[in-house]
């Protein structure tokens, strides 16, 4: 058996063959997803406490985490209140005493004997020359380790699982993975960017030295980290390119000067980022290498007339095209819009989604499997079902980032001779560090322009106190013929929250407030049928304010709903708050976005009044990524991408802008990893991130 599969027989192995890991352990394990020995090695820590200064009990800081080392000066005392044990000890060194309590960790009375050293680390309180220490770590004093007990990791937990036990876990470990992990990255690029070694890297993380020597670590891991995801995405990219497997759509002298007639018919003139754009898509429909590519605009933008030209296109050159949203709200506004923009051309286009009743299913599915239907629009189900296409030559999917990675793959994956071109859109403002990630292997076009005329949104904060004279703005927008969204961050009440609900603001305002007025409620539960039956009531004027929750943040479009009232603001992140304000101001009226939130945090506060001063979305999202992090800001696993564990995407640009100069040159010089130096990196997407990129056939 090779060195490569031993280690990698070793990465798989379960954490169950590690002594103490079995029944309650290993399911608190697998609640973390840490099921072998290798999730071990990379659960990284969170943090470091560090034990490496001592300092005197007289000289402890109020509010910082310090280490100190006391003696346990009288028998600790173990009460209990209910379920609540506490537990609490008299300690001193030689000049100076301080409480410690402890609670819940009744265990720990056993191991706190009177007269004995130990060393305690925690954060201090400090009221007048009182000393105090909440739930501290501690160990016996060994004076042999003086200034040697280091620093220490502090990982990530789940309830009924201690730092203790996950470290001891770790420390176990180490010694069987380390000298069997592959050092997955060039040489060069090692030397380039001065990163440690891998058995270095993997082993210190976990037990550093120094600040300093933690730091070379994270880096090293960071970059490893982003460098194999992005190759593995560049790797599906380059192979799909490679196999020239898509088809070269052109049209013929008469159908194009059909095209061109119902391009010059259109009711709008395209900004110059849409036609951009469109001759970006249309050098990718006329080469023989499947197109995907990503369409991103901000909310407004343009970006389905594109799809609509890219579709016709399609259409006209004797294939399929198929547009594909998320919600069935969003199918049948894309149907309508097609058939306004192509009514011209002649092109049936047909809807699908799960309200589709059964007969006119069979023979909507029939027409497409026989060529008459070329246009269709539905729901993403249409990649789930065994929906048969005669000749799908262009795939559209709108709102990409509900889709994700593994939806795309599939896409690509018929065992038709031509894989279809692949179009995706979305409204959604993603920071370029992150789209970097997400989007590596599609190109990308940015439509960074709005069509003329559109009035910027106007927009407050507020608080409840503000709450009658908002509700006379909102009776006076209903009085002048405009109509009004209210967006809830929930369904129902919950007895332990006070954010509003969309079910008990609908009573209110029915009931009390605008008991003369037309209310709608919609919210992700109601059947489908409920939810469009909604919507097509608050699309032709017959809801004069809908209350909903964020169901529609998405692709909603009603030019005449003007003023939107977002509950509990601060429960959203800007990126989304920015997308629900998008529903209102495509009309010709001033519009209005009033964010209600009594909330006191500042860093909820600077997001609400960041969306009052800017309405560029690409700028929102970026102060997003800042303030809360990639991982609050967008969570990847909805997009088949496995979790970052180390590497930060706002603190970590300049590293993200290193990795993919590298796998720029790589790319160059061995596009499909196929030499002898680069079979470690493909052993390593192997062992890492197999099950996502099984289709590159590593």
């Known amino acids: 058996m090779s060195q490569a599969r031993e280690s990698t027989d070793l990465f798989s192995r379960p954490v169950t063959a590690l002594p103490g890991v079995a029944g309650r ?62 537990l609490r000890a008299h300690l001193r060194d ?75 876990l770790i420390q176990t470990v180490i010694p069987r993975l380390i000298g069997q992990i592959p050092e997955p990255l060039p040489d060069q690029i090692r030397r380039r960017h001065k990163l440690c070694a891998v058995d270095f890297a993997y082993s210190r993380i976990h037990h550093p030295s120094s600040w300093e020597e933690a730091e070379i670590c994270r880096y090293r891991l960071a970059f490893e980290e982003l460098f194999l995801l992005l190759a593995g995405l560049q790797l599906l990219r380059n ?14 002298p008469e ?30 429909l006329g080469s023989p290498q499947p197109m995907n590519r990503l369409i991103q605009g901000d909310v407004g933008s343009g970006k389905t007339v594109i799809a609509a030209l890219a579709m016709l296109w399609c259409a006209l050159a004797g294939g399929q095209a198929v547009l594909m949203a998320p919600t069935a709200i969003l199918a049948r506004q894309h149907f309508d819009t097609l058939n306004r923009l192509l009514s011209a051309s002649g092109e049936p286009i047909a809807l699908l989604t799960g309200s589709t009743l059964a007969k006119e299913r069979r023979q909507l599915l029939s027409d497409l499997a026989d060529g008459q239907i070329r246009l269709l629009v539905g729901t993403h189900a249409l990649i789930e079902e065994s929906v048969s296409f005669h000749n799908l030559l262009l795939a559209v999917t709108d709102e990409q980032h509900r889709f994700g990675v593994r939806q795309r793959i599939k896409l690509g994956s018929g065992e038709t001779a031509v894989q279809p071109h692949v179009l995706v859109m979305s409204a959604t403002p993603i920071p370029r560090t992150l789209a970097l990630i997400l989007y590596s292997d599609l190109d990308i076009s940015l439509i960074d322009q709005l069509p003329p005329g559109r009035q910027p949104i106007r927009t407050y904060t507020a608080v409840s106190s503000d709450r009658p004279r908002i509700e006379q703005i909102m009776r006076r927008q209903v009085q002048e013929g405009r109509q009004v969204y209210v967006v809830c961050p929930m369904i129902e009440e919950q007895a332990d929250t006070d954010l509003k609900s969309a079910v008990s603001t609908y009573n209110r305002l029915a009931q009390q407030v605008f008991p003369d007025l037309r209310i709608g409620l919609l919210h992700g539960s109601l059947k489908t049928d409920a939810k469009d039956q909604v919507m097509q009531a608050f699309m032709q004027g017959e809801i004069q304010i809908l209350v909903s929750t964020t169901v529609i943040e998405v692709g909603v479009d009603n030019p005449n709903a003007n003023l939107m009232l977002i509950e509990n603001a601060e429960r959203f992140g800007l990126a989304q708050l920015h997308q629900l304000r998008g529903r209102i101001g495509r009309g010709e009226h001033q519009a209005l976005c009033i964010l209600l939130s ?21 700028e929102i999202a970026e102060k997003d990524l800042e303030l809360r992090g990639p991982g609050e800001f967008f969570g990847t696993r909805q997009h088949g991408l496995p979790p970052l564990k180390l590497a930060n995407l706002y603190r970590d640009r300049k590293l ?13 010089r061995d596009p499909l990893l196929e030499t002898r130096e680069n079979q470690p990196i493909r052993q390593a997407l192997d062992t890492r991130y197999g099950q996502l990129f099984k289709r590159i056939g590593i």
Request: proline share 4%.
């Open 25 to 86: 352990r290993a399911a608190l394990l697998r609640r973390l997803d840490i099921t072998t020995w290798f999730d071990l090695l990379t659960w990284f820590p969170r943090d470091f406490e560090d034990w490496s200064t001592l300092t005197p009990l007289a000289e402890l800081i109020d509010g910082e985490e310090q280490t100190f080392v006391a003696r346990v000066t009288r028998k600790p005392t173990l009460t209990r209140r209910g379920r609540l044990s506490i």
């Open 94 to 168: 030689d000049a100076q005493a301080i409480a410690a309590v402890w609670f819940n960790q009744a265990w720990l009375v056993d191991r706190l004997e009177v007269d004995q050293w130990y060393i305690f680390h925690g954060r201090i309180t400090r009221r007048g020359s009182a000393f105090s220490v909440q739930n501290p770590a501690f160990e016996p004093w060994d004076p042999e380790k003086d200034g040697s007990y280091g620093i220490r990791p502090i990982y990530p937990l789940t309830e009924g699982l201690s730092q203790g036990v996950m470290r001891r």
């Open 239 to 252: 192979q799909s390119r490679n196999q020239n497997l898509g088809c070269v759509l052109t049209l013929d």
């Open 255 to 284: 159908q194009t000067i059909k095209f061109n007639q119902i391009f010059a018919g259109l009711p709008f003139s395209l900004t110059q980022a849409q036609e951009r754009t469109w001759k970006e898509v249309l050098e990718d």
């Open 598 to 618: 009594d909330s006191q945090d500042e860093k909820a506060r600077e997001r609400l009044r960041t969306l009052c001063r800017s309405e560029n979305g690409f």
């Open 656 to 668: 993200l802008a290193d990795v993919q100069v590298s796998l720029a040159e790589l790319a160059e």
